[in-house]
């Protein structure tokens, strides 16, 4: 098979303009939110999530089916639209956000008293939400290509409804974290210093988690679950790489997210490669040349360092931790 | 149920108290109530209308993962319940430089927190308590893994804090004689032996309770 051109993709724009209008606001706002998801060691809640809003959107095929099967049959039988909406409660979105919401619950609730962790329990809801979608899935033998797309990210298309929720949630919540990202940064560095100097620091972990949570839904709904861990983990992974000014690290997490959004959509059409699993190859490739460019200037400056002679000030020994020139002093300090 | 035996004490303006007792003695959980962060189950705490508390942690509480240039760490002093946001970053500027001044770290003021030595992230951290202009600060074992010099330097910054600003400073340290010495005022504490001891350092230090404690080569060095 001939790969397309660029021509083509030129050509059909106003086919594929929506996907990749969604692709590119979807990866600039997880890339933003994801700066807060790997700086708060939670990579894996997004993955959950993301995996729970699949299995929400599966869910809002299959209970039509299981309440009404001779309806949701004859709904088959009409055609494609009869079945894709056969009442707003079954909107899969709705399900995706609702799903969504109560992973973020169970992250959110520290489940220390039953004497587990929250990774547990994360691990927990990607397990359940991975494995009800499968089975979930062999149940919806008509919409099974939805889910697979849903699951793997293979949005050759947008729904334009789609676009527009990616769209509103990207200004209100990409809007909402430009505004608190600094109080999110303090809050995530040092919450008992936050607690202690007045921040509402309930609130900020409760507006971020449940933006994590909007945003994973809206943009799995639309995009699928694999790009959707993939934009919230590797734009934020490689600005971290690139730089060590915090500021700048959230505006290059964006700018990386929303160009690996459109040049994977861009390199998929062209190779005829699933647009998901592409989309995040262009993020993993991006954070691979980012770790090399690291190694890099880590290497020069360990040569300049070993090149330059010492100055006075350095003439003076110093041990290698702090504590350890006390070693040899008498004290009596208790332990 | 109660962690420690009753007690009661008062914290006035510019008094340096040392926090000690042995590993598990409820320092923290006494801190953390101090603070506000947690409910005495039995008890109150009274504060003054108004009054600003400063936290500094121990430097290990801060994840490495995180770039923060040390500015902006001492910026982050100057957020608040008033100020979340931290907006007009620039009109704040001003006062996080004059704290890393005082504290003696002008010089870092670019570099990144992490990558600083032991004793001059202890500085930057200190800087912070000074930019929030706090009447209350509570300081996390400011000593731990530092050499002696450092050590020294941080004490006598803790000194300059209450001696200028007139804040008082609760001190959680290990460093019993270190602490004992340069406090007016100690609280010893050891869950296990049902010890809650509250008094001038020197009473302190005098008390069979601390030598109970911390044994007799201690209390006898402490007193040489």
């Not at chain 1, 303090?186 to 202690?196: H, S, T």
């Not at chain 2, 007009?88 to 003696?104: N, W």
Request: proline share 5%; with cysteine; net charge positive.
């Amino acid at each position: 098979m001939e790969a397309s051109s660029w021509g083509e993709l030129w050509a059909n724009i106003a086919i594929f303009k929506d996907a990749i209008w969604a692709a590119g606001l979807a990866g600039a706002l997880l890339g933003f939110i994801g700066v807060h998801v790997v700086l708060r060691r939670m990579v894996f809640a997004s993955s959950a999530i993301a995996q729970a809003a699949a299995l929400g959107v599966a869910l809002s095929f299959w209970v039509p089916a299981l309440i009404d099967p001779i309806g949701h049959a004859a709904g088959h039988a009409a055609g494609p639209a009869a079945h894709l909406m056969p009442s707003p409660l079954f909107e899969p979105v709705l399900w995706a956000i609702a799903a969504s919401l109560l992973a973020t619950l169970v992250f959110i609730a520290n489940p220390v008293r039953l004497h587990l962790t929250r990774e547990s329990m994360l691990g927990f809801v990607f397990l359940v939400s991975g494995a009800g979608a499968v089975i979930i899935g062999d149940k919806i033998t008509q919409e099974a290509h939805d889910l697979a797309a849903i699951l793997f990210g293979s949005a050759v298309v947008v729904q334009t409804i789609d676009l527009y929720l990616v769209s509103a949630a990207t200004v209100l919540l990409l809007g909402g974290h430009l505004v608190l990202w600094r109080a999110l940064v303090f809050v995530g560095y040092d919450p008992m210093g936050a607690r202690v100097q007045g921040m509402p620091v309930r609130a900020l972990n409760g507006f971020l988690f449940v933006s994590v949570g909007l945003a994973v839904a809206l943009c799995t709904r639309a995009l699928g679950a694999l790009p959707v861990f993939a934009f919230s983990v590797l734009p934020a992974m490689t600005a971290l790489a690139f730089t060590a000014r915090i500021g700048w690290v959230f505006v290059l997490a964006t700018v990386i997210g929303c160009f690996s959004g459109v040049a994977g959509y861009a390199v998929s059409f062209r190779a005829e490669l699933p647009v998901g699993a592409t989309q995040t190859a262009t993020g993993a490739v991006l954070l691979t040349a980012a770790l090399l460019w690291r190694l890099v200037m880590a290497e020069r400056d360990r040569r300049r360092a070993r090149n330059q002679p010492p100055s006075p000030s350095s003439s003076r020994p110093t041990p290698p931790a702090d504590r350890a020139s006390t070693a040899s002093a008498p004290r009596t300090d208790a332990a | 149920m109660a962690i420690l035996p009753s007690f009661a004490f008062t914290v006035g303006a510019g008094e340096l108290w040392a926090i000690i007792g042995p590993n598990g003695a409820g320092k923290s959980t006494f801190v953390r109530t101090a603070l506000g962060l947690a409910r005495p189950i039995a008890g109150t705490i009274e504060r003054r209308p108004g009054l600003r508390l400063a936290y500094v942690p121990q430097q290990s509480a801060l994840d490495t993962i995180f770039p923060i240039s040390v500015i902006d760490y001492v910026l982050m002093g100057l957020q608040g319940s008033g100020n979340v946001t931290l907006t007009r970053r620039s009109v704040h500027l001003g006062a996080a430089r004059r704290a890393l001044e005082e504290a003696g770290a002008a010089a870092f003021e670019r570099r990144q927190l992490r990558d600083l030595s032991g004793g001059q992230r202890q500085r930057v951290l200190m800087a912070r308590a000074l930019a929030t202009d706090a009447d209350l600060i509570c300081l996390d074992e400011p000593t731990n893994a530092l050499d002696a010099a450092s050590e020294q330097e941080i004490l006598a910054l803790i000194d300059r804090l209450r001696g200028r600003r007139g804040a008082a400073v609760l001190m959680v340290t290990h460093l019993v004689e270190d602490g004992l010495e340069r406090a007016d005022r100690a609280l010893l504490l050891d869950r296990d032996h049902g010890v809650a001891l509250a008094g001038p350092s020197a009473a302190v230090r005098a008390a069979p309770e601390f030598e109970h404690i911390y044994g007799r080569f201690v209390a006898r060095h402490g007193h040489a």
